[in-house]
């Protein structure tokens, strides 16, 4: 699985950051958008203008995004099979929805600018 985020959005950073601590259950590739190796999948994938606004995962050359996305990262997760659950049963419209809402606002998270 290969994970590609926004490298310049200081919230993205952050949950990155959170997700290296994590184990999973396979091999997982995080790489930022801005970086040599994700500019490359983008192109190979024609993912540049959506990148823009969503995480992007791949695996085995399948395209998630957003709400989808976290999904297969939560399912790929030892411990967090209660949130994959939870998320999975809630309808993927209202998944999309909140998932947009924060990704409008990512950048004054926490009531200010991101912290790096």
């Known amino acids: 699985m290969t994970v590609i985020y926004d490298g310049s959005c200081g919230f993205c950073r952050q949950c990155i950051h959170w997700l290296r601590k994590q184990r999973f259950r396979s091999d997982v590739e995080m790489v930022s958008s801005a970086d040599l190796s994700g500019k490359r999948l983008l192109d190979v994938y024609g993912l540049h203008e959506v990148c823009k606004s969503t995480i992007v ?41 909140v998932y947009n809402c924060i990704a409008r606002n990512r950048n004054t998270c926490l009531g200010g600018e991101c912290k790096h």
């Not at 990262?73 to 949130?83: C, D, L, P, T």
């Open 57 to 97: 995962v791949i695996i085995n050359d399948v395209i998630y995004t957003k709400s989808e996305a976290l999904l297969e990262i939560f399912r790929k997760m030892r411990g967090f099979g209660i949130v994959f659950s939870m998320m999975k049963l809630t309808p993927r419209t209202l998944r999309d929805a």
